[in-house]
């Protein structure tokens, strides 16, 4: 039986909000590529909302005057980054900044957190690294408004979670950095000419694994990695190793 | 190539274009009235979004109390629910279903959330046994001004088959996954699946839950 035939038959228990992370996750990736299990679902969620319509009880004296209060003073967030075909002008846009002094190496498609836990138990050590690399990518993974990105990675792969401000980077079958090295990633702001902005360096978690949780993304921001000192750098000193996104 | 894009300006052209269709159309449907309303809490209308407060805190707080039970921790959970409808209304896609539905969703997510990370499995099955299930089945909520809706999911639940609502109810109100609903009932895992999926597809006809 097919993986997404399998993830079909978890429509019902996702709806009902039965399902852990991952396979909210699949689900999820399965609502992207098939129309027809995004109808189900849709009709399932609209479904589920009378079950809980029909328990609907007067809230307790207020917290209206609590809730009204609060939302004075919270700021909104800002709209979210969509998945969508590569305009052109984007794409130019993009390959632009890449090219002032930087050599886009692959963009790759249609990461799914499927393969991203195919790859996680084949390099499933039992060190902390990769229990926290874990742990991180299952919080972004979890939430709704994540979107994941996806790329060669030295001859490996990474996926990337952006979820809020928040970017988990994790590489897989990646070939180690040189001596003295380490592999770094960048957020290039969309305007033309604006100079990258230094993030975290990535942690070897054995294994041809790397990872890098942090925060500080903006919507629009492409991400990179290259390859800096131990350390990192405050502007690059090599190539791209992969640029994903925006 | 993995390349996304900022929603662009369709998201605006469809938030302008509704706000016309206010203006010249008065008449909405509850649920076009709420898109409406969404659009502007968006915009950072705090009217808007009261109206939104008014037309779903109740059914926001009664799901929320269904799954918890505990009144202090149901209206915490509630209130944290419909101020995070207010900062995530910018997200909101009347493409993807409707302002009840996502409110629901928000809220019954965060339920379980509450649930599932607060308190350890022994400690649930302590407050949710099978045996609650029958008398949550019988038992009717201090509903407010909704019979009718109440009426048409008791009915609906009538129809299904003892295992269909047993699992439905266990998963939905009671905030178990389908492995948990599985242990529970003892019931392997894929035909709680397939319950929950074709439970679901029941009710969904037997409400006439269509894709308005």
Redesign the interface.
């Known amino acids: 039986m097919s993986e997404n035939r399998e993830t079909h ?5 996702y ?6 992370d991952i396979e909210a996750a699949k689900v999820r990736e399965l609502l992207r590529t098939s129309p027809e299990a995004a ?1 189900e679902v ?19 004296p207020g ?2 005057a ?3 209060a ?3 003073t ?14 052109g002008n ?2 130019a846009r ?1 390959v632009s900044v890449a090219a002032a002094g930087l050599l886009v190496v692959a ?5 799914t957190a499927l393969d991203f836990r195919d790859r996680m138990s084949e390099a499933q050590q039992a060190n902390q690294a990769t229990t926290q690399a874990n742990e991180a990518m299952i919080e972004v993974l979890a939430d709704p ?1 994540r ?5 060669e990675f030295a001859g490996g792969h990474a996926t990337l979670v952006v979820s809020g401000d928040r970017v988990v980077v994790l590489g897989t079958d990646v070939e180690a950095p040189p001596e003295g090295k380490a592999y770094q990633l960048w957020m290039i702001p969309p305007t033309e000419g604006a100079a990258p902005i230094p993030s975290v360096t990535l942690t070897a978690t054995g294994d041809g694994g790397f990872w890098g949780d942090t925060g500080g993304y903006a ?2 921001q492409a991400l990179a990695v290259t390859v800096e000192p131990v350390g990192g750098s405050q502007q690059p000193t090599s190539d791209l190793v992969f640029v ?3 | 190539m993995a390349v996304v894009v900022p929603f662009s300006s369709d998201r605006r052209r469809r938030g302008s274009v509704s706000v016309q269709t206010e203006a010249a159309e008065p008449v909405l449907s509850e649920d076009e009235r709420l898109v409406a309303l969404m659009q502007r809490t968006a915009r950072g209308d705090q009217d808007a979004f009261a109206e939104i407060y008014d037309a779903l805190s109740g059914p926001v707080y009664g799901l929320v109390r269904r799954v918890l039970r505990d009144p202090a921790q149901s209206q915490e959970v509630a209130q944290e629910v419909m101020v995070e409808i207010w900062r995530q209304a910018t997200r909101f896609d009347s493409a993807k279903g409707s302002v009840k539905g996502y409110v629901l969703t928000v809220a019954h997510r965060r339920a379980i959330d509450r649930v599932r990370s607060a308190q350890s499995s022994t400690d649930r099955e302590m407050r949710v046994g099978r045996s609650s299930v029958e008398r949550d089945y019988d038992q009717v909520s201090e509903a407010v001004e909704h019979k009718m809706e109440v009426q048409q999911v008791r009915r609906a639940l009538g129809v299904l088959t003892t295992l269909q609502r047993e699992a439905v109810q266990l998963a939905y109100y009671g905030g178990y996954t389908h492995r948990e609903v599985s242990d529970l009932l003892g019931v392997p895992l894929g035909t709680i699946k397939t319950r929950l999926r074709d439970g679901l597809i029941r009710l969904r006809d037997e409400m006439g839950v269509g894709g308005t």
């Open positions: 038959m978890l429509t019902g228990a709806a009902l909000g039965a399902v852990d109808a849709r009709l399932f969620t609209e479904t589920a909302a009378r079950l809980g319509e029909a328990e609907a009880m007067e809230p307790p917290m209206r609590a809730v009204l609060e939302i004075a919270t700021r909104q967030a800002p709209t979210v980054l969509a998945p969508k075909r590569a305009s984007r794409f993009l963009v790759g498609a249609g990461a408004g979107q994941l990105l996806d790329a919507v629009g994903a996104g925006a």
